[in-house]
Each structure stands twice: as structure tokens, then as C-alpha cells.
């Protein structure tokens, strides 16, 4: 993964969910095109603030790849959707843990959508044995005059570009090793 600690394994959880799961089933809804704010919240973390995230078509693509190169390390991957619900079981490999997940996302990809996901970790990732993170998603409109798809506004942390992100050779390296 590219973040090292479970928080960001978590906000790239986040990212990657949006659209990542439509890499595992052709039947799942696409996220609406736009500028979307993303409010997460894990037990026993402060609060993060909500995040914007610039996405398109490609943007949503690319994520969905980046999850496809990552399903080899997973030995269970269920996406079920039925009506506004979709449930997501997995077991992973990271960072020489086996993280097992499971999610429920309500709502519409194309204006707002909520999500609640508890993951066990064995052995513990870096201390941490389970995470519980809740996240809120809403379709805010056009991205904003200047912001281009892949932009990730973060709280207190700028902007940074996960289309160019992904593309960089220093990133991908970091995350061969991170697996």
C-alpha cells in the first residue's frame, strides 16, 4: 500500500473504495464525475476532517486498476451489491499481516453515500489489531476552476494528485515493498 501506518492504509482504503470495487464487478455503480467530499471517521482517532477528491472517468480507471494489482493478495474478495447497498468482504496481505474486512456502503455513487468498515489485523499492523472507520461521501458538483481529475485535497496537507501519484516509479517501488 502506499502509506505505511493503518491510518493511511485506511485513507487509501477510502480513495480506492469509491471506485476500486467496480474492478471486481462490471454490475457496480460508478461514481459521478465531479468534486466529491469524503469525511472519514476511525475509532479512537481524532477526526480527520473531510477530504476533496477531483475525480473522472480515467481518475476512477486508474484506481480500479491499482485494485486490480492488488487482488493477488487477496485470498477472498466478495462484492455483493443489491438495490443502494453493496457489501464488500475481503481477506489481504499487508505488510506481512492479513487484514480481514468487511464493509457495508449505502447510498448512491452518483450523489452521496455513507459506509461503515471494521478490519482485523493478524499479526497486528504496527500495533493496531482492528480498525473501525465510518465514512460519509457527497457529490459536491464540478470539480473547482484550477483543480484537475486526481486531485486529493487533504485536510492541514495540501493537495496531492493520485492520477500522477500512481504514475510515479519512486511510488510504485514503495509499494512492491510495502506488500
Not at 94 to 107: E, L, M, W
Not at 126 to 152: F, H, I, N, Y
Request: charge should be positive; proline fraction near 8%; aromatic fraction near 6%.
Amino acid at each position: 500500500m502506499l502509506f505505511p501506518s493503518a491510518r493511511g492504509h485506511a485513507v487509501l482504503f477510502v480513495l480506492l473504495i469509491g471506485s476500486a470495487t467496480a474492478g471486481y464487478a462490471a454490475d457496480l455503480p460508478k461514481r459521478k464525475p465531479g468534486l466529491w467530499e469524503i469525511n472519514t471517521r476511525m475509532a479512537g482517532m481524532p477526526a480527520m476532517g473531510p477530504m476533496q477528491q477531483c475525480i473522472d472517468q480515467k481518475t476512477d480507471d486508474l484506481l480500479q486498476q491499482q485494485a486490480r494489482k492488488e487482488q493477488p493478495n487477496c485470498s477472498v474478495l466478495e462484492v455483493r451489491p443489491s438495490g443502494n447497498q453493496v457489501t464488500v468482504n475481503s481477506v489481504c496481505k499487508i505488510q506481512g499481516s492479513t487484514a480481514t474486512t468487511d464493509a457495508v456502503f449505502v447510498g448512491s455513487f452518483d450523489s452521496a453515500y455513507k459506509g461503515d468498515m471494521h478490519t482485523r489485523f493478524s499479526p497486528p499492523l504496527q500495533g493496531t489489531s482492528e480498525s473501525k472507520m465510518s465514512l460519509e461521501a457527497r457529490w459536491l458538483g464540478p470539480c473547482k476552476p484550477g483543480q484537475k481529475p486526481g486531485d486529493v485535497i487533504m485536510p492541514n496537507a495540501g493537495t496531492v494528485n493520485v492520477n500522477e501519484m500512481m504514475k510515479d516509479p519512486k511510488i510504485q517501488e514503495l509499494m512492491k515493498r510495502q506488500k
